[in-house]
């Protein structure tokens, strides 16, 4: 068996790369992983208190570790943090692999996350703070992504399905 995802979803928080990972997983009989998670599982702390204790570079530093190991080791779906694609490394990582970049524009964004404070990068003006970061990032996800699936006004269902169809993959 790979060891190798069968899908890497990249884009930024609240886009579903989680809720649509999940989806993606059962439906292909896979595992499904979240290097979000495996950062939390194994610093003991949430992302915010890693972000506002220790620095952004701090945590930029055990995400890029996190994206290397699951990038080497899980046969599944993976879903990346919003900000792994920052990283030149983790980019060229990325390369071999199947990317899909889940986009979604600012109103999007509101409706889904209410841009709350528990968002350490956007805790002041969320919805200007949302664009600025978008506007760094954007061209990174496209940059690293096979495929670009929107997912304003889809359900997470039909997001995972043109997922499966943009990367001719078929249900388990």
Do not use: C
């Not at 899908?7 to 579903?16: I, Y």
């Not at 992983?33 to 610093?43: G, P, Q, W």
């Not at 404070?117 to 970061?133: F, H, I, K, S």
């Not at 995972?160 to 943009?166: G, H, I, P």
């Amino acid at each position: 068996m790979s060891t190798s995802p069968l899908v890497v979803l990249v884009g930024p928080m609240g886009s579903g790369k989680s809720t649509v990972g999940a989806l993606l997983a059962e439906r292909l009989g896979a595992p499904y992983r979240d290097t979000d998670a495996d950062i939390v599982a194994a610093d003991g702390r949430p992302i915010s208190d890693i972000f506002i204790e220790d620095g952004e570079p701090h945590f930029r530093a055990l995400e890029r570790d996190a994206v290397r190991r699951a990038l080497a080791e899980h046969p599944g779906v993976l879903a990346l943090g919003g900000g792994a694609i920052l990283d030149a490394d983790t980019r060229a990582l990325l390369a071999p692999h199947p990317v899909v970049y889940l986009s979604m524009d600012v109103e999007e964004a509101v409706r889904r996350v209410g841009l709350n404070t528990a968002r350490p990068l956007l805790a002041v003006n969320p919805r200007r703070q949302w664009r600025e970061l978008m506007d760094a990032r954007r061209h990174l996800y496209t940059e690293v992504a096979r495929v670009v699936v929107a997912t304003d006004e889809r359900t997470p269902e039909e997001v995972a399905q043109a997922v499966l169809d943009a990367l001719e993959l078929k249900d388990a």
